[in-house]
């Protein structure tokens, strides 16, 4: 399993990201459940030349409904290698991220294109979603605070 994090920078604030990829192997299934629980968004993806990782989808996204203490968890589908010869058609991905109410791109990891944007995505996803500003504050909204209170412009 590998982590990484990354800051990515939208409209001039900061938004640190803690990213957790299993690159969908089972032998970290009995791992994942703890991922899920405090998680504000996923990032799903399947390879468009091969069908199979496509229809595991379903079990991860199964996963995510089960273990996740989120109701609305943001979620992107993400079809990858779209510089290689496919099998799953564009419509057919997003037919597939529609039926679970995710969004949808289509990137590839080769050259990083289209990469930063599912980040992007996902970030505005998050942040325009009330669980989001519901656990920015320890699960208790203040309604008299003051939105210019803060020195630093990170949303971390």
């Not at 980040?119 to 003051?146: L, P, R, W």
């Amino acid at each position: 399993m590998d982590f990484k994090s990354k800051v990515i920078n939208i409209d001039g604030l900061e938004y640190k990201l803690a990213l957790w990829d299993t690159a969908g192997a089972e032998r970290f299934r009995s791992l994942t459940p703890s991922f899920y629980r405090k998680a504000l968004g996923a990032v799903l993806v399947y390879d468009i030349t091969n069908r199979e990782s496509l229809t595991k989808l379903e079990a991860w996204l199964a996963e995510l409904e089960n273990y996740s203490d989120n109701p609305n968890i943001a979620t992107i589908v993400v079809g990858n290698k779209m510089d290689k010869e496919r099998v799953i058609s564009r419509e057919e991905g997003l037919k597939f991220a529609r039926k679970h109410r995710a969004l949808f791109l289509e990137a590839s990891a080769k050259g990083d294109k289209f990469v930063a944007d599912v980040f992007k995505e996902i970030v505005e996803k998050i942040v325009t979603s009330d669980y989001y500003s519901f656990s920015q504050n320890g699960g208790t909204i203040d309604v008299n605070a003051d939105e210019d209170a803060g020195a630093s412009n990170c949303r971390c």
